[in-house]
């Protein structure tokens, strides 16, 4: 009785253990098959169909403004300041006296230099006369004119050195703060100020060397100043003739009229430089692109699969990107979610 029993209670527990068993199996079966049905479901992803559209190929860059002439004004001459004759912060004309070094000295000199002159003008005179009656030898004569010679280089000499104490404005423009006074002794090391002509200015910026061969002298470009919505124009009339080697970068001027006069030399300037217009262009958004080590990458819709294009791009805007190769109209292209894909990942794509 006893042995009976106990075999009963080992089929009981062998007919639990069955039971438990097929119901791990099926389950574990059924998480197999969920996990494998989750990996191939797909990601949902957004994109756009490419077209081709004409592309101002405009190039955005950073310059720097400068004045159109910029000078430093200094003295000639060493001597006391008799007389300023020019406004801080005023225009003024080209050929203006702006002030005057103390030339009572030269003066004196010049006088005497001009007696020298005379005696020695004097002194040629006769040694000619003579030399016509062969009293005196040619060398004597010879002797006498250079001495006239050199007494009338001594007084143009200090003629220009007495032009040089009033000092003029070589063009017209602006001057600046003054460092001198009536009275001060002044040297030719001494700034006195600073005049910059406004009326035009220049715009110095730098471009790529891949786009070296499209920018042309005489080309309009567009440029503004931080502070300001206004847009300037400028004219392009000054290209560097080489590449500087180590920034790879070619040397642009354009000038500007500054009629308003609210643009000042040494600002910041944002320039738009267009180059040529492409038509047909492929024009995708920028946060299609993925960069990698040798170069960009997009993803594309491929069967229902994400597909893995590289791609050469050129000219970025503000929200776009212009390719050269790789992509073709009518891709469809994913722009939202990129960066979680793999190649030949499942994906459902809404084209906006």
Not at 43 to 51: A, H, S, Y
Not at 127 to 152: G, H, M, N, V
Not at 275 to 298: C, M, R, T, Y
């Amino acid at each position: 009785m006893k042995i009976k029993n106990i075999v009963y209670a080992l089929l009981i527990l062998a007919f639990i253990g069955f039971i438990g068993y097929r119901i791990k199996s099926n389950s574990a079966k059924s998480d197999g098959a969920k996990g494998k049905d989750e990996k191939n479901k797909p990601t949902t992803v957004t994109g756009i169909v490419v077209r081709a559209a004409t592309f101002d190929n405009n190039l955005s860059l950073s310059g720097s403004i400068e004045a159109n002439e910029q000078i430093e004004i200094h003295s000639e001459v060493s001597g006391i300041v008799e007389g300023i004759y020019f406004t801080e912060g005023s225009m003024v004309q080209k050929g203006q006296v702006l002030f005057k070094v103390n030339d009572i000295e030269l003066r004196a000199q010049l006088q005497q230099a001009v007696t020298k002159e005379g005696l020695a003008a004097e002194n040629a005179r006769r040694a000619k006369l003579l030399l016509e009656k062969e009293a005196i030898s040619q060398e004597e004569y010879d002797i006498s004119r250079a001495d006239y010679k050199s007494t009338q280089a001594q007084t143009q000499l200090i003629k220009a050195q007495i032009s040089k104490t009033a000092v003029k404005a070589p063009f017209s423009g602006k001057i600046g703060l003054r460092s001198i006074s009536p009275g001060t002794y002044i040297t030719p090391a001494v700034v006195v100020s600073k005049l910059v002509n406004t009326g035009k200015l220049k715009i110095t910026f730098s471009i790529p060397e891949k786009y070296a061969a499209e920018v042309k002298s005489g080309s309009v470009i567009d440029f503004a100043v931080s502070g300001s919505t206004k847009v300037y124009n400028a004219k392009i009339y000054a290209i560097e003739p080489e590449i500087e080697v180590a920034t790879r970068t070619l040397q642009v001027r354009a000038i500007a009229d500054n009629i308003d006069g609210k643009l000042f030399p040494g600002t910041f300037a944002d320039v738009k430089l267009p180059l040529d217009i492409i038509k047909d262009a492929i024009v995708i958004p920028s946060e299609a692109i993925i960069p990698v080590q040798n170069g960009k990458k997009v993803f594309i819709s491929n069967m229902g699969k994400a597909k893995e294009v590289m791609v050469e791009a050129t000219t970025r805007t503000d929200s776009s990107i212009l390719i050269l190769s790789g992509l073709k109209v009518g891709d469809t292209l994913i722009t939202g979610g990129v960066m979680s894909l793999k190649n030949e990942a499942p994906i459902k794509v809404k084209v906006k």
